[in-house]
């Protein structure tokens, strides 16, 4: 077996930091909000 | 055979197990964040029918104080820790919705002032806290992680310095304890002084986005105060954060040149990385508020929405300060920290008071 073959080159998965998360979660909440989804939020 | 033959990482667990993981610890913020609603709501009527004189407390500090003691007594179980540590994830989701009640302007006018007072206190802060840090002669690249932990961002600085500067996790782990254990202290303090010194929402308001080390509690430091302050101390918090990359970044480049640390390759990769995203989410949900993507009654929606996710950071704040723990890390860090924390506070606060003057607020 060669050392080529023998390597094995972990790749590791694409994944969004928990700042991007945040982002991508709070703008579909205000796309939601801008398309009706949501009329009225309580506070 | 080459030495370096990786393994394959076991993932203990699937995507939807890690989701549910989750989801006890997001309902026990959600409980204590509710509850310290109701307490704001109830207690002072309550105590009015009763003829009680009972100081109005509001639902930030209510939250936080309900968390402290759980934290502190009976402590948080190991079913709920995965889902209490998302408070960051709902903090900085919060910091993105309240872009909606920003104007393009106000931040362009408000950011460039705050964008100078930041990079006064920056360099302040770094500059007394390596001398300090020098004067009780602890560690450098504790030195390190201390000056950027309380002239940038706390926890989120020191992390991102700690895998820049190949640091050790003792140190890191001190730094973390002293500017967490300060950043409590800060919450309870900040007020107490903006109140006794009878300062503007204004002022005070960039004064707690400026001192206040950690990004949940100078929101939650500035909230206490009043919606305004709040507001503003996220907004002076977020011109702070930004800067996290440009410090990190020359920090790892002299641990570098000193060889105690791996060279900086791609630079732009390097900032990039380190940039807080979330600062561009507001900056985004604020220039579509700006041209009226949104209706009156949906950025009063979008602010509300902010106002649940910052609920459940509050209550985590609460949750995740033990002070046991804290203890456990020894004086010296602390001190040292304590008093860079105290001569910083005052340091920023006549800056904005001078400011304040300058500009007419």
């Known amino acids: 077996m060669s050392t080529e073959e023998s390597e094995v080159q972990l790749k590791k998965p694409w994944r969004l930091s928990l700042d991007s998360w945040a982002v991508v979660v709070a703008l579909l909440a205000a796309l939601l909000v801008r398309a009706g989804a949501f009329k009225h939020i309580p506070w | ?361």
Request: glycine content about 10%.
């Open chain 2, 1 to 361: 055979m080459a030495d370096a033959v990786a393994v394959p990482q076991i993932q203990p667990f699937s995507p939807a197990l890690r989701f549910l993981r989750v989801i006890p610890g997001v309902l026990l913020l959600a409980a204590i964040g509710y509850a310290g609603k109701l307490l704001e709501q109830n207690l002072g009527a309550y105590a009015k029918l009763h003829h009680w004189v009972f100081p109005n407390i509001e639902y930030v500090l209510w939250a936080i104080l309900l968390g402290l003691l759980i934290s502190n007594t009976i402590g948080v179980p190991e079913i709920f820790r995965t889902g209490v540590a998302t408070y960051e994830f709902w903090l900085k989701a919060g910091i993105v919705l309240l872009g909606s009640r920003f104007l393009l302007g106000d931040i362009l006018k408000l950011g460039g002032v705050s964008l100078l007072l930041v990079a006064i206190e920056i360099m302040g802060a770094i500059a007394f806290m390596t001398f300090l840090g020098r004067v009780f002669h602890l560690k450098p690249k504790l030195i390190t992680l201390l000056a950027v932990g309380s002239a940038v961002c706390g926890v989120s600085a020191i992390i991102a310095t700690k895998g820049a500067i190949d640091a050790d996790d003792e140190d890191s782990s001190f730094s973390i304890a002293a500017i967490l254990a300060l950043g409590a202290f800060a919450l309870f303090t900040f007020p107490l002084i903006g109140h006794a010194l009878h300062l503007g929402d204004r002022a005070y308001g960039i004064w707690a986005g400026l001192a206040v080390d950690n990004t949940a509690e100078a929101t939650a430091a500035g909230a206490l105060y009043s919606d305004a302050a709040g507001k503003l101390a996220v907004l002076v918090k977020s011109t702070r954060n930004a800067m996290i990359g440009f410090v990190v970044l020359a920090y790892a480049i002299y641990w570098a040149s000193q060889g105690q640390a791996k060279a900086v390759g791609n630079k732009a990769a390097f900032l990039w990385q380190k940039f807080p995203k979330f600062v561009l989410g507001f900056l985004l949900i604020s220039v579509l508020a700006t041209y009226q993507f949104f209706s009156k009654d949906q950025v009063g929606a979008l602010a509300n929405l902010s106002r649940w996710a910052f609920l459940l950071t509050f209550a985590g704040v609460g949750l995740r300060t033990n002070f046991r723990d804290m203890r456990k890390q020894g004086l010296r860090p602390f001190v040292v920290g304590a008093i860079g924390e105290v001569v910083i506070a005052g340091f920023t606060l006549a800056l904005v008071v001078g400011a304040g003057k300058l500009l007419g607020w």
